[in-house]
Every structure is written in C-alpha cells, then in structure tokens.
C-alpha cells in the first residue's frame, strides 16, 4: 500500500496563478483532509471531506476550493495564489470516526511545498 | 474549542537517555483522545501513538508512551533510550469532532527535538 499520495511535491507560482494539488489514498478510508503547516503556526485545517461527495469548511478556507472526485481522490485548488498561501501542504486521511469505537487515526502524505512569488 | 499547547519550542537530550515532551490541552468534549505526531527534517508526518480518555492505562508503543493525566490536562510524551534519529519535530493534536462531523484534528505549535550524541 502507497497510504496517502500527493503530488506535485514542490510548486513555484506567480501571484495570480492557479493550479490543483492532487491526493489520493488507498486505504478505503471514508474521510480526507487538507492541512497547511507555516513556520511556527503547527498545521491547519482548510477543508475536509468526511465521505464522498461532501466537503466542509475547515479553520482556514478563503482563497481554497476542493473537490472529492471520488472515494480515493480529494484535490485542493488555488484559483489565484497569493503569496500569503505559500506553505506546505498535507493530505490526510481517516476512517470516520466512530464514537464507540473511539477516534481514528489520521494517516499523512508527504506533503507539497509551495511557493507563492 | 479544543485547543493544545506545547510550551517547549526545543528540546536537547544525549543520545540513550529518556526524554519528555510536554502537551497541555482544553476541551469541552467529555470522549476525547490525544494524539502525538513526529516530523523528521524530511518533512513527512508520523503517527506516533494515540490514547483515548477513556483508556485506564497510559499508551505504550515501543519507546514512546504516554503520560496521561486527566486532572491536569496534560498528555506527555515519553522517549526512552533516545536515538539519533529522534531528532524531529514532535506535534500533540486532540481531535475535534462537530455534531455528526467527521473529526479534525487541532495541533499544537510543536516541540523540536535534538539528540545530541
């Protein structure tokens, strides 16, 4: 198993640019998530998907849209970066959780370091 | 809100011995978990351990376990016998989980570790 893929791995934008960070996770987990981490801040939730075919509002949203294409797929679209968005990326994934069962662990990909100029 | 700090930007211990990472959280969630996180230099984040609220014994997993306590909202992390490449940065994240949501993760600033030999 791959667990939690994402690509590019770096990115280097002009202010105004577009582009999509792609992720995909083989693990049939139900719940994907986007994160950026900033220097000194940890990591951020700007959305999440809690299964397919819906999406939510994280903590940091503005300037990001998101797509669940499919159960394996989330993708995270910068319609025109600014450099306020430069940051590392993370894709995570995650059974749903059951409350019974307890929490379950959110499993990372390698990241996507962009740059915004 | 769930909220986590990690009062240790940085954190030196020689090589083989035992070190702890300090967490300290709030929340209003009466089933709750903590969970701790590793982020060598490369950049990748590593599930490390995880302990629910309801759990009576403290998380143990290899040389890392958990000092849980409750009263003190306090969820440490224990590194025994430290080696060279537990030099990292070390996240504490509780989860936070709305109403028929599935959960997000809040982190903490983080604590970076340097194992001197």
């Known amino acids: 198993n791959a667990g939690v893929t994402q690509t590019p791995k770096f990115q280097v934008l002009k202010t105004g640019q577009s582009m999509t960070l792609q992720c995909a996770q083989d693990?049939?987990?139900?719940?994907m998530y986007w994160y950026r981490q900033d220097p000194g801040m940890g990591l951020r939730l700007i959305y999440y998907s809690a299964s397919e075919g819906t999406t939510d509002k994280g903590e940091v949203p503005n300037g990001y849209n998101v797509s669940r294409l499919n159960k394996r797929e989330f993708s995270l679209r910068l319609e025109s970066a600014a450099p306020s968005q430069t940051s590392v990326y993370f894709c995570?994934?995650?059974?749903?959780?059951?409350?019974?069962?307890?929490?379950?662990?959110?499993?990372f990909g390698p990241g996507t370091r962009l740059t915004v100029l | 809100a769930q909220k986590i700090t990690q009062t240790q930007p940085g954190m030196f211990v020689q090589e083989k011995e035992a070190v702890t990472l300090d967490c300290t959280y709030d929340t209003s969630d009466p089933s709750y978990g903590l969970f701790w996180y590793k982020q060598p230099s490369s950049g990748e984040m590593i599930f490390l351990i995880y302990?629910?609220?309801?759990?009576?014994q403290n998380a143990t997993e290899g040389r890392y376990s958990l000092n849980f306590q409750k009263a003190r909202k306090s969820a440490n992390l224990v590194i025994s016998a430290s080696q060279l490449g537990d030099s990292a940065m070390y996240f504490c994240a509780i989860p936070r989980r709305p109403q028929g949501g599935s959960e997000k993760l809040v982190f903490g600033k983080g604590t970076k570790l340097t194992v001197n030999p």
């Open positions: 995570a994934s995650s059974e749903v959780g059951d409350e019974q069962r307890g929490t379950d662990t959110q499993y």
């Open positions: 693990m049939n987990h139900n719940s």
């Open positions: 302990q629910g609220s309801y759990d009576q």
